[in-house]
């Protein structure tokens, strides 16, 4: 069976253009908060860190994205 063929990366040209995001849970609660919610651009791997809480449903998440970036 031959191999597929290659495809070029897609080339990034301006920050927040992709992002990736991550949820590290069930930590310790402090001042209501047990999560963090991570946005990392691909791009220029600029990190931002979002406390929240586990239970934060989409709607809730798009706004805290919009609020803190």
Excluded at 12 to 27: A, D, G, H, K, P
Excluded at 35 to 45: G, N, P, T
Aim: with cysteine; charged share 20%; proline share 4%.
């Amino acid at each position: 069976m031959p191999a597929p063929k290659l495809r070029l990366n897609t080339v990034l040209e301006r920050l927040w253009q992709y992002i990736s995001v991550n949820f590290i849970t069930e930590l310790p609660v402090f001042r209501s908060h047990d999560s963090i919610l991570i946005v990392c651009d691909m791009f220029s791997k600029m990190l931002h860190f979002i406390t929240t809480t586990g239970k934060i449903i989409v709607e809730g998440l798009v706004k805290l994205y919009k609020d803190n970036t």
